[in-house]
């Protein structure tokens, strides 16, 4: 059975991830700065936000691994060095 991803913020079409545990919430247009949330919250309006939630984690593993200097192998095949 194929992995579904739970129906949080990192998941939601609506989110834009900005750091490895946040981002914001742009379910309402227009306005001149967006809600902080969290990864893990969630809320009512979840759209899901299809292929982009895997590069999102595949992103976050690569900062991770990046901050501790290690290499990685992620979903999106992006490799992280130290230093680069
Ligand atoms: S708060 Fe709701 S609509 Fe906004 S990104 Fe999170 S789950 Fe999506």
């Known amino acids: ?5 739970k129906k949080i913020c990192l998941s939601c079409r609506n989110f834009s991830l900005h750091e ?3 981002g914001s919430c ?5 306005l001149t700065s967006y809600p902080v ?3 893990d919250d969630t809320c009512a309006q979840w759209l899901d936000c299809g ?7 595949g992103w976050i593993k690569g900062r991770m691994a990046k901050e501790k200097g290690e290499k ?6 992006i490799i992280w060095k130290a230093g680069q």
């Open 1 to 5: 059975m194929k992995h579904l991803p």
């Open 20 to 22: 490895i545990d946040s």
């Open 72 to 77: 990685v192998n992620t979903e999106t095949g």
């Open 51 to 57: 292929q982009q939630y895997f590069i999102r984690t």
């Open 37 to 39: 949330k969290s990864v």
């Open 26 to 30: 742009k379910v309402i247009k227009g």
